[in-house]
């Protein structure tokens, strides 16, 4: 009896997750793009946008202050870069400090524990300071006020978080949860957990694009998945007037372990293969 009952209980998990699709529950969605420079893929951003502005959509940006990472130069510098970021942010577009020269220093995979490279944890909270402020002069020096904070490789400390809150930035779009929540001293934490648009019945889910490697295909799946999903996407400022006052709940804390849970096997299969 019990060999049947488990044979047939993936059915009835499978049928219970096509009536709740059936019946058009989702979640809501940010949409995330990482490492705007000067030596970006120019040429496929300049079509994402256009999709962006045609269907209203207002996204979260991860600019690098002052790019020093050669990965991320593939393509001729555009000299007029920080006008680009004025008038995204003119736009309503939510501009996020990713990092300060995207340049990996130490093998600490910080409090998210992603990826083990970082430009910040493992640091002392002197030298980090010292980047951050750097990195915020060069925004305010054009004009750029973020709204949020992105880390390079999804890796920062303690130390992190309290220089942040010193130089004034308060929302963090990192982290494995169902929902944005404030933590204890004060910070918003809206969760980053997808990297392509997958179906979610309920929650906040930022779906994070680096479209510096990308090719055709994926700029016309990106279309596909915007015009399906696009009743569902929402804004940071939207999201954060309806979660700040949430905190984190045992659910959250049991979707970080299993979410880490799979991150780690799967970092771990692509390692060995």
Known sequence: MDALKAQFQPL?????LA??????????????FDDLCPTMNWDIWVEIEAVLVEQNIAPLLAVVPDNHDPKLAVGPSCSPFWHEVRKWQARGWSIGLHGYQHLYVTRDAGIVGIQPRSEFAG?????????????MAIFRDNGIEPQLWIA?????????LACLAEIGL??????LALAPHTDPVGLFWVPQQLWRFRWRPFGVWTVCYHHNQWQRHDLERFRADIRRYQDFITTLPIIRDLYSRRRLTLMDSG????????LSYRLLTRASA
């Open 12 to 16: 009835e998990l499978k049928c219970g």
């Open 19 to 32: 009536l709740i699709a059936s019946l058009r529950m989702y979640g809501k969605y940010l949409i995330r």
């Open 123 to 135: 640091l002392p909270a002197a030298e980090q300071e010292q980047k951050l402020r750097k990195a």
């Open 152 to 160: 390079p490789a999804h890796s920062f400390d303690r130390h992190t």
């Open 170 to 175: 308060s929302t963090i779009s990192d982290g």
């Open 255 to 262: 979707y970080r372990r299993a979410h880490s849970a799979v």
